[in-house]
């Protein structure tokens, strides 16, 4: 488990397969996802709080995929499933003291390494950019509302893998 004064606390699960991936920039999986969080928690002060606890599993196509049908509906792996477990309101409310659950990001191997293949980026950057989604979803928002949520979502996606030194995934954009 990980944490920081300015972000929340991530707990990892981690599938064998992505130990055996090419690694992020950073020292492990572990410090790749709380420098990540971090950068989050800068753009989003709502989970800037160590007392906010996420799991993050980094799992297989096949734990994903049981996970979208069962709570998407969707039969097929996808690469990034968020579960908050607070809404923007109960985000807003919680004090600093208490541990209290954001929610729970997984993530498929198979399909980030897929997709990270196809954009010919590495899959560390590329799953950055999924757990920062992931992340995002958890603080309350959704590109599935409405064209301005996703394009408020998008920049807050750009902002905050720029903190890293990532590019923007989204390529050019008029």
Same mark, same amino acid.
């Given at each position: 488990?990980?944490?920081?004064?300015?972000?929340?606390?991530?707990? /990892?699960?981690?599938?064998?397969?992505?130990?055996?991936?090419?690694?992020? =920039? #950073?020292?492990?999986?572990?410090?790749?996802?709380?420098?990540?969080?971090?950068?989050?928690?800068? @753009?989003?002060? =709502?989970?800037?709080?160590?007392?906010?606890?996420?799991?993050?599993?980094?799992?297989?196509? @096949?734990?994903?995929?049981?996970?979208?049908?069962?709570?998407?509906?969707?039969?097929?792996?996808?690469?990034? /499933?968020?579960? =908050?477990?607070?809404? *923007?309101?109960?985000?807003?409310?919680?004090?600093?003291?208490?541990?209290?659950?954001?929610?729970?990001?997984?993530?498929?191997?198979?399909?980030?390494?897929? &997709?990270?293949? @196809?954009?010919?980026?590495?899959?560390?950057?590329?799953?950055?950019?999924? /757990?920062?989604?992931? /992340?995002?979803?958890?603080?309350? #928002?959704?590109?599935?509302?409405?064209? *301005?949520?996703?394009? &408020?979502? @998008?920049?807050? &996606?750009?902002?905050?893998?720029?903190?890293?030194?990532?590019?923007?995934? #989204?390529?050019?954009? &008029?």
């Amino acid at each position: 488990m990980t944490g920081s004064a300015k972000g929340p606390t991530l707990e /990892l699960d981690i599938d064998p397969a992505w130990g055996d991936s090419p690694g992020p =920039p #950073y020292a492990d999986w572990d410090a790749w996802a709380q420098t990540t969080a971090a950068a989050a928690a800068a @753009e989003v002060p =709502p989970i800037a709080r160590r007392n906010l606890l996420v799991s993050l599993v980094l799992g297989d196509d @096949e734990e994903v995929h049981a996970l979208n049908k069962e709570w998407r509906d969707r039969d097929r792996p996808t690469n990034v /499933l968020s579960f =908050p477990m607070l809404d *923007a309101d109960e985000l807003a409310d919680i004090g600093d003291a208490m541990p209290i659950m954001l929610g729970d990001i997984v993530m498929a191997h198979g399909v980030c390494l897929r &997709e990270a293949d @196809e954009k010919s980026v590495a899959l560390a950057k590329h799953a950055t950019h999924l /757990l920062v989604h992931g /992340l995002l979803h958890l603080a309350g #928002y959704d590109h599935e509302t409405s064209e *301005a949520d996703a394009e &408020e979502m @998008e920049a807050l &996606e750009v902002r905050i893998l720029a903190r890293l030194g990532i590019a923007d995934p #989204y390529g050019d954009r &008029e």
